[in-house]
C-alpha cells in the first residue's frame, strides 16, 4: 500500500517531515485506512527532549503538521468522491494553525502510532484533529486548520 506523501508531485516531495525525495528527513508516512489517517514512526535517539529518554517536543509538533496536512489532502479527496491513488496529484495543503497539547513526557524507542481524523471539511479549509500515542498513551493531542493551495501553485 503506498502512502499519502507517495502520491505528492516530485516538485513538493522535499519537506523535512514527510518528504520522499529529502535525503535528511523523516519520510513520514501516512495512510487512510477507514475513516482515520494512520501513521507509525520511531524517533531516532539523537531527537531526545530535555528529559532523559523523551522525545523533543518540537519533533512531535512536526510529525502532527506533517501528518495534519497528508490527512487534509485524504479527506478532500474522499469528500468529492474521488480516491487519493486515481492518477492525478493530490490536493496539496498547507498549515493555516497547528494547536499542539502535550499530555505527557514520549518515550524514545518506541513505535509512535499518529492519527488524523477530520472534524470538518468545507471550499479550501480542513480542520483536523490530531493525536500522536505511545505503548498505548495518548502523549500529544492537536488541531490543525489546513489550507488548500490552489491548484496553479
Known sequence: MLAIQDFYPAEFSHCYGCGTRNPHGHKLQSYLIG?????????????????????????????????????????????????????????????????????????????????????SISNRKAIIELSLSADGNVCVSGEMIAIKLPSET
Not at 507509525?40 to 523533543?56: L, M
Open 35 to 119: 475513516d482515520i489517517v494512520e501513521a507509525r514512526y520511531t524517533v531516532d535517539p539523537i531527537y531526545s527532549g530535555g528529559f532523559p529518554n523523551k522525545v523533543y517536543g518540537g519533533l512531535l509538533a512536526s510529525l502532527l503538521d506533517c501528518h495534519g496536512a497528508a490527512s487534509a489532502a485524504a479527506f478532500s479527496y474522499r469528500a468529492i468522491g474521488r480516491e487519493i491513488d486515481d492518477g492525478s496529484a493530490p490536493d496539496r495543503f498547507v498549515t493555516g494553525t497547528l494547536t499542539v497539547v502535550y499530555h505527557k513526557p514520549t518515550p524514545l524507542g518506541v513505535e509512535l502510532f499518529l492519527q488524523g481524523k477530520l472534524k
